[in-house]
């Protein structure tokens, strides 16, 4: 089981960063493959970044990539969401979750079976 905890989010001005992090309990962090979702008021849950289980692969949407790093720290328990150059657009809630099930990094919400409560990000323009 893997228990979750957003923190970090807030509200940041266009163009500027934010790094919202995930601190994850429970003894199966390690053997999970990791991810960042994000649902805007009216629409459905979105795919954003993801990464393995050993950190050394990444997957990123075409909307944040080259904008957004996702890292983790398998000694702190922790996973990041490094957000720079913020647009309007990204405004959202922001939920890590988690992965048991073994295979590339899934970008399909119900692959994930542990979920966090959320963290909010409103990008003012």
């Known amino acids: 089981q893997v228990q979750l905890i957003e923190s970090g989010g807030g509200l940041v001005q266009a163009g500027g960063p934010l790094r919202p992090s995930c601190a994850a309990s429970?003894?199966?962090?390690?053997?999970?493959?990791m991810g960042w979702f994000r649902q805007a008021p009216g629409k459905k849950r979105e795919f954003v970044a993801g990464?393995?289980?050993?950190?050394?692969?990444?997957r990123y949407s075409d909307s944040v990539k080259g904008r957004f790093t996702i890292s983790r720290d398998n000694l702190k328990n922790t996973v990041s969401l490094e957000m720079s150059s913020l647009k309007a657009g990204d405004t959202a809630i922001y939920y890590c979750?988690?992965?048991?099930?073994?295979?590339?990094?899934?970008?399909?919400?119900?692959?994930?079976?542990?979920w966090g409560q959320g963290t909010q990000v409103i990008v003012s323009s």
């Open positions: 429970g003894p199966a962090f390690s053997s999970a493959s």
């Open positions: 990464i393995t289980q050993t950190g050394r692969t990444t």
């Open positions: 979750a988690a992965n048991l099930n073994p295979g590339p990094i899934a970008e399909t919400g119900h692959l994930y079976i542990y």
